[in-house]
């Protein structure tokens, strides 16, 4: 797991005039994740390492008798997941082989899934152009960019709910020192300033509206629109309960698009 060492986090806080009992309510209200970005947006300290993780759009390589998930929605992430980082998330995710999402990104879709394919399975790449209704149709394939994985630390919508901050926040200067404060400890956490647009792995989401992940339902993963379309601004969201996802019943994911 990610963590930030308390005499740095305390240093931090003192430098955005933040008590220490106020950054330990914040850290007890964080969950891990892992971001997948463009090389150039890795970490300087984590470029020499750094190790392909995943990959936007393309075509999907599926097993015989596995068929591109109808009603034939784009194939938008791809996520090997012996490539990702161990011991970080906590969710369970597939220990190999690759885990496929399709989705509409630019406007809500009719449907979404998840697929994991298996490291040992034979593949075959399919093709885009398939038969509707008597005529040859296309479906969107999104541009393949690479994207390495960096863990970092989300935080909790509602954490500031605790004792000390609320007591802290009485104060009319607070809020601005808190807001400042929250973005340094994620960053820290990132290793760098974290970029705005992103893939996201597990953790808390950072929706535009409601969010999704309340109750027992968990992040799985979060896409924005632009990591995979410069042109499309949305939010998608894929949640499920931690059982199911780590039961691997993805048939049983919940999708949200936000615009």
């Given at each position: 797991?990610?963590?930030?060492?308390?005499?740095?986090?305390?240093?931090?806080?003192?430098?955005?005039?933040?008590?220490?009992?106020?950054?330990?309510?914040?850290?007890?209200?964080?969950?891990?994740?892992?971001?997948?970005?463009?090389?150039?947006?890795?970490?300087?300290?984590?470029?020499?390492?750094?190790?392909?993780?995943?990959?936007?759009g393309g075509l999907p390589a599926?097993?015989?008798?596995?068929?591109?998930?109808?009603?034939?929605?784009?194939?938008?992430?791809?996520?090997?997941?012996?490539?990702?980082?161990?011991?970080?998330?906590?969710?369970?995710?597939?220990?190999?082989?690759?885990?496929?999402?399709?989705?509409?990104?630019?406007?809500?879709?009719?449907?979404?899934?998840?697929?994991?394919?298996?490291a040992e399975a034979r593949t075959?790449?399919?093709?885009?152009?398939?038969?509707?209704?008597?005529?040859?149709?296309?479906?969107?394939?999104?541009?393949?960019?690479?994207?390495?994985?960096?863990?970092?630390?989300?935080?909790?919508?509602?954490?500031?709910?605790?004792?000390?901050?609320?007591?802290?926040?009485?104060?009319?200067?607070?809020?601005?020192?808190?807001?400042?404060?929250?973005?340094?400890?994620?960053?820290?956490?990132?290793?760098?300033?974290?970029?705005?647009v992103v893939v996201q792995l597990?953790?808390?989401?950072?929706?535009?509206?409601?969010?999704?992940?309340?109750?027992?339902?968990?992040?799985?993963?979060?896409?924005?629109?632009?990591?995979?379309?410069?042109?499309?601004?949305?939010?998608?969201?894929?949640?499920?309960?931690?059982?199911?996802?780590?039961?691997?019943?993805?048939?049983?994911?919940?999708?949200?698009?936000?615009?």
């Amino acid at each position: 797991m990610i963590s930030i060492d308390e005499p740095l986090l305390l240093k931090t806080a003192a430098e955005h005039g933040v008590p220490g009992p106020v950054a330990r309510e914040l850290m007890a209200r964080t969950r891990p994740c892992l971001y997948l970005v463009p090389y150039e947006q890795v970490p300087e300290a984590l470029r020499e390492d750094a190790r392909p993780a995943g990959r936007t759009g393309g075509l999907p390589a599926l097993p015989e008798g596995v068929d591109w998930p109808e009603p034939r929605e784009p194939l938008v992430l791809s996520v090997d997941c012996a490539a990702l980082p161990q011991d970080i998330l906590d969710i369970e995710l597939p220990a190999d082989g690759q885990l496929l999402f399709f989705t509409h990104i630019s406007y809500p879709p009719e449907s979404s899934a998840v697929l994991h394919i298996p490291a040992e399975a034979r593949t075959t790449e399919r093709s885009a152009t398939y038969e509707f209704m008597g005529e040859a149709t296309e479906t969107t394939v999104y541009e393949p960019r690479t994207l390495y994985p960096v863990p970092a630390l989300t935080l909790d919508k509602d954490w500031d709910g605790g004792p000390e901050t609320r007591e802290f926040l009485e104060d009319d200067q607070a809020e601005d020192a808190l807001e400042s404060f929250e973005e340094a400890v994620l960053d820290l956490a990132y290793g760098g300033r974290r970029p705005s647009v992103v893939v996201q792995l597990g953790g808390f989401s950072d929706p535009w509206d409601m969010a999704p992940d309340e109750g027992d339902r968990v992040l799985l993963a979060q896409i924005a629109g632009q990591a995979i379309d410069y042109n499309a601004f949305t939010m998608n969201l894929i949640v499920g309960t931690r059982e199911d996802i780590a039961a691997r019943r993805y048939a049983e994911l919940g999708y949200d698009q936000q615009t």
